[in-house]
């Protein structure tokens, strides 16, 4: 069975830092699209960065040199580390796996909650 | 960057309706078009693919139609789980992007 489970959430003062995780299970990180998606309270859904299968990163330009997306294969894990963090970023925070190498995302987490507020 | 508009913003119709809602792209993007379906407080489901593709899983009354800029999500006859927020995305270039949602809503 495939799960996706997201950690790391807190309350955090404007300018700070924090890593997200992603731990997987049931499929190999490594070879799959990931990405993160985010929900601002009350707003849509809006893509914040992707891994592909062969190791290239994509980030949404607001997230451009403030957020970085790695993954560890080893630990099967996805991360997020966002630097420079604005009261806008707040928002629940998902990773979702693409499906077939492809960004169709057919698995999501239960999301972490990130609030920046001083 | 590419931008998708949804309409309507609020859908209210009753069980056993038809639902018809709208995502339409800013430029052409081919048929690489997703439909998502999310409940409050749920993390969001895969309901259709590339415009027209159900997933697995998917009941038959969720259908998709469109390419090049204008797509429909058309559910044939809402059952009472089918009250929720939709969303298309598309995957046609980089920066991926999502529409602002659709709610469809109990009239």
């Known amino acids: ?60 330009d607001s997230m451009k040199g403030r957020f970085i997306v790695s993954r560890d294969n080893s630990m099967n894990t996805l991360y997020l580390q966002m630097n420079s963090l604005r009261v806008e970023d707040t928002a629940v925070y998902y990773c979702a796996r693409g499906s077939s190498s492809a960004s169709i995302f057919d698995s999501w987490g239960q999301g972490t909650l990130v609030t920046v507020s001083s | ?69 204008d797509f429909t999500l058309t559910v044939s006859s809402l059952a009472p789980e089918d009250f929720a927020f939709y969303y298309c995305q598309q995957r046609s270039d980089w920066p991926l992007s999502f529409g602002g949602g659709t709610k469809v809503e109990i009239k």
């Open chain 1, 1 to 60: 069975e495939v799960q996706l489970v997201e950690s790391g959430g807190d309350l955090i003062p404007p300018w700070g830092s924090l890593r997200l995780s992603c731990a997987a299970s049931g499929f190999t990180v490594s070879n799959k699209y990931m990405a993160w998606v985010r929900q601002a309270p009350g707003k849509g859904l809006e893509w914040v960065s992707s891994v592909t299968g062969g190791g290239g990163t994509f980030y949404a």
């Open chain 2, 1 to 69: 960057e590419i931008v998708l508009t949804q309409s309507p913003a609020t859908l209210s119709l009753s069980p056993g309706e038809r639902a018809t809602l709208s995502c339409r792209a800013s430029q052409s993007i081919g048929t690489y078009l997703v439909w998502y379906q999310q409940k409050p407080g749920q993390a969001p489901r895969l309901l259709i693919y590339d415009a027209s593709n159900r997933a697995t899983g998917i009941p038959a009354r969720f259908s998709g139609s469109g390419s090049g800029t």
